[in-house]
């Protein structure tokens, strides 16, 4: 038998819990550890919807990135969304954990695997720990040939799940990109460090107004590199799903599942 504690392990062993951020939440959230698992479904966000989702699909266990209750919560009441979300898990037997900024740091974790769908070979981490230069946040490295602006925003669009948000970008379009830096979820924090890389080209979610106009103008002091790719943050962060999924059913032996459902909060655009 398969439990919770199991998978827990199996995802402490492939995302080091002591690579999260020390304001962040991570592990078991709802549930017993020793709860028999045998299959469970993966996802990027716990909302009701994926609840739902995972108990129509015989699911006792939902593995995401994001955490259910990372800032302070008083109360869990069924009247409350979070509340309502806690009950439904328990009323139907189903734990929740997750893997949170210790899956972004890791060297298997979110970005290598938005890096890798993009078509981004050699990656390493775009800004490294102090104490282990292969993990760290984001990746940066190379396509194995050139592709224009447009071309490879077009290759992002096909290949991340569509959103409403789109896939927003800043730049020459018929410039020439190949070294390629990446951050999954939130990135305008990194603008600087896509920049000091040398990268062509910097994909990430959430750019906000002010940090995203201040990198153009100082790329625009240059050869107007790195250009900008701005995509929805769940979009960013959904294609660590599949690998995690994987790895985690080789590990222990269940039965996994990736969410096909689209958490992005936006639903149109116009």
């Keep these: 038998m398969t439990s919770v504690a199991d998978v827990m392990d199996a995802l402490d062993r492939r995302f080091p819990p002591d690579l999260a ?33 995972a108990i129509e699909a015989g699911c006792d266990l939902i ?28 009323e139907n037997g189903v734990a929740l954990c997750n893997a949170h900024t210790n899956a972004d740091h890791a060297g298997t974790g979110v970005a290598e ?21 292969e993990q760290g946040t984001g990746r940066i490295g190379r396509l194995d040939a050139p592709l224009t602006l447009k071309a490879f925003a077009e290759r992002a669009a096909a290949v991340l799940p569509q959103t409403a948000h789109g896939v927003r970008v800043a730049g020459d379009l018929d410039g020439e990109v190949q070294t390629i830096a990446v951050v999954g979820g939130s990135g305008d924090s990194f603008l600087d460090a896509a920049r000091e ?14 940090p995203a106009s201040d ?3 100082a790329a625009l002091l240059t050869d107007g ?3 900008l790719v701005d995509v929805a943050h769940f979009a960013s962060e959904w294609t660590w799903l599949e ?19 689209t958490t992005d909060p936006w639903t149109a655009r116009f």
Excluded: C
């Excluded at 593995?63 to 328990?90: D, E, F, N």
């Excluded at 695997?113 to 230069?133: C, F, I, W």
């Design 113 to 133: 695997a938005l890096a890798e769908v993009l078509g981004v070979s050699g990656s390493l981490p775009l800004v490294p720990l102090k104490d282990d230069a």
């Design 197 to 210: 890389a040398g990268a062509d080209v910097y994909l990430t979610a959430d750019l906000r107004h002010h």
């Design 243 to 261: 690998a995690a999924a994987e790895y985690v059913g080789d590990a222990t032996g269940i039965d996994t599942l990736v969410s096909t459902l």
């Design 63 to 90: 593995v995401t990135h994001h955490p259910l209750m990372l800032r302070g919560v008083t109360t869990v009441h069924a009247g409350t969304p979070k509340g309502a979300v806690i009950q439904t898990l328990i």
């Design 215 to 217: 990198a153009r103008e």
């Design 21 to 53: 951020e020390d304001w962040d939440v991570n592990g078991l959230t709802v549930g017993r550890p020793d709860a028999p698992v045998t299959r469970a479904l993966f996802a990027v966000d716990p909302t009701m919807a994926v609840v739902q989702e």
């Design 225 to 227: 590199r790195p250009y």
